[in-house]
């Protein structure tokens, strides 16, 4: 899903990354205007203007800096010799294949490989009428139900092969703050008290969202997001290209103050979208338990460098469709959850902790706080033997692989080609390269114990490789 965003107040984008190993505590408000302050409540794409003019920040003393994503800026992460399309978001390639070369992201729109989260709520008519079954017709029509304990990003280091917390991404992750309910004004807490600010704009139904602006994000070797609730259905929670989060505001900009426009990267850029949690609406609308159904999926993009999973004969992405879901919290459920999202080399692994154990399941995570640095990996493997994450299995982990391969065609031994693994790849914008072979294998569970390896059966006369996850982790199993 495309995301038009709001307002976040900018740091310089280049500066160093703000990780702090011990110490860090809150790292404070997200700042910003926001809908509560500016726009009416709930926030609507048509009661409020999807960002803040010029004159407004100004006034209000919130200008940010604006973000430089130039061909300086990004170039080192495409291909040197990209060639320069007409203008459009695609590039238009006059090939079949992406083997014929690399098509440069459209000018402003040179997103590296940084990254940060998103919740996207909406409340009432903001979600659309649903016409499914009775018995959660109530829950659907009445929109997002998510109580925020507190949210957090954390950058791997190589080094220490620990998770080290980056502030400007985190919020409230001491639990200095009372739990944010972003379905009511100010989070339910009033202003002085609240610690996330709803911008107007979203994607699809979501008619807000809450997500860091004008930082430098999370990227190689390793990307890790928490978000600590007390409640959760019909949300989305997913992460985007810092680029697009960032383009968000900077549309708002006079010409003369900085590069802007209409196009936030999203496209243009193809920089990368995953979705950890999202409500499937309508999809599977007989189901009892659809308005807790919350789906993993890496279906919505992909771009010149930012390479699909193995998706081309639906082996493993995910989707409305699949079983690749969790169950969110039941109306009556008084343990809470703490979802954590890893994006590795190997894919992306999300877990579903409860509260009361995890103490024991990952030391440095519970109910109100997380600490500063966490190890690689939860001490206990997840109890599932595969998807869904339903109530059988309280602590369950879901899992999206990504493609191994490090060129279109395969090198010298025929193996590592994205042709022969079946990834999938943008074939109108050429290949650049893979970014996630810039990421480590950070060593999550593989599950169930004794899980049976996924392979590939590669185009002859190159042999089957196995890949590094167990195929029952698959959203979709396959008969190879």
């Known amino acids: 899903m495309s995301l038009l965003l709001g307002l976040v107040l900018i740091q310089a984008y280049g500066e160093p990354l703000q990780v702090e190993a011990a110490g860090c505590g809150w790292s404070g408000n997200m700042p910003g205007p926001g809908g509560t302050t500016s726009c009416p409540y709930p926030v609507s794409r048509e009661s409020c203007p999807r960002t803040p003019s010029y004159q407004q920040l100004q006034s209000a003393g919130k200008l940010w800096r604006c973000p430089d994503y130039s061909r300086s800026t990004g170039a080192q992460y495409y291909d040197q010799n990209c060639v320069r399309g007409d203008g459009h978001a695609l590039c238009h390639l006059d090939s079949r294949s992406p083997r014929m070369g690399c098509c440069c992201p459209q000018e402003g729109c040179w997103t590296p490989p940084f990254f940060n989260w998103i919740i996207g709520t909406c409340k009432g008519n903001g979600c659309g009428?649903?016409?499914?079954?009775?018995?959660?017709?109530?829950?659907?029509?009445?929109?997002?139900?998510?109580?925020?304990?507190?949210?957090?990003?954390?950058?791997?280091?190589?080094?220490?092969?620990?998770?080290?917390?980056?502030?400007d991404s985190s919020f409230n992750t001491d639990g200095s703050k009372p739990?944010?309910?972003c379905t009511k004004?100010?989070?339910?807490?009033?202003?002085?008290?609240a610690w996330m600010q709803p911008q107007p704009g979203?994607?699809?139904?979501?008619?807000?969202?809450?997500?860091?602006?004008?930082v430098k994000g999370v990227g190689p070797p390793g990307a890790m997001f928490v978000l600590s609730v007390e409640r959760v259905w019909n949300i989305a929670w997913y992460m985007l290209n810092q680029g697009t989060l960032d383009r968000g505001p900077a549309i708002s900009y006079p010409?003369?103050?900085?590069?802007?426009?209409?196009?936030?990267?999203?496209?243009?850029?193809?920089?990368?979208e995953i979705d950890f949690l999202e409500s499937p609406w309508t999809t599977n609308a007989g189901a009892r338990d659809n308005y807790r159904r919350l789906y993993a999926t890496q279906l919505n993009q992909v771009g010149r460098s930012f390479i699909g999973d193995r998706g081309s004969t639906g082996h493993a992405d995910g989707g409305f469709n699949s079983n690749n879901y969790f169950l969110g919290t039941h109306p009556n459920q008084t343990?809470?959850?703490?979802?954590?999202?890893?994006?590795?080399?190997?894919?992306?692994?999300?877990?579903?902790?409860?509260?009361s154990q995890s103490d024991k399941i990952w030391p440095g995570l519970s109910r109100k706080s997380a600490a500063c640095t966490l190890d690689a990996r939860p001490t206990l493997r997840p109890t599932n033997k595969g998807p869904p994450c339903d109530e059988r299995n309280p602590y369950c982990a879901l899992f999206l692989p990504n493609c191994q391969a490090d060129s279109w065609g395969g090198n010298s031994r025929g193996h590592q080609g994205a042709a022969n693994q079946g990834c999938r790849v943008n074939t109108q914008q050429g290949w650049c390269q893979n970014w996630w072979r810039l990421f480590d294998n950070t060593g999550q569970w593989l599950w169930p114990e004794g899980g049976r390896r996924s392979s590939v059966q590669y185009q002859a006369p190159a042999p089957p490789v196995q890949?590094?996850?167990?195929?029952?982790?698959?959203?979709?199993l396959v008969k190879w």
């Not at 979203?202 to 004008?214: E, H, I, L, S, V």
């Not at 103050?257 to 990368?272: F, I, K, L, Q």
């Not at 890949?467 to 979709?476: C, L």
Request: charged share 20%; hydrophobic share 35%.
């Open 202 to 214: 979203g994607a699809a139904a979501w008619t807000w969202g809450y997500y860091p602006a004008g």
């Open 255 to 272: 010409a003369s103050r900085c590069r802007h426009g209409s196009n936030n990267c999203w496209a243009a850029g193809n920089a990368g």
């Open 467 to 476: 890949m590094p996850w167990n195929r029952e982790m698959e959203a979709k």
């Open 335 to 355: 343990d809470p959850y703490i979802f954590v999202a890893v994006v590795d080399s190997v894919g992306t692994f999300i877990y579903r902790i409860p509260a």
């Open 185 to 193: 004004p100010n989070g339910g807490l009033g202003k002085s008290q």
């Open 129 to 167: 009428n649903y016409n499914g079954a009775p018995a959660i017709k109530r829950y659907k029509n009445a929109g997002s139900d998510l109580v925020v304990n507190y949210v957090a990003s954390y950058q791997w280091d190589k080094g220490s092969r620990k998770w080290l917390i980056v502030k």
């Open 179 to 181: 739990s944010f309910d």
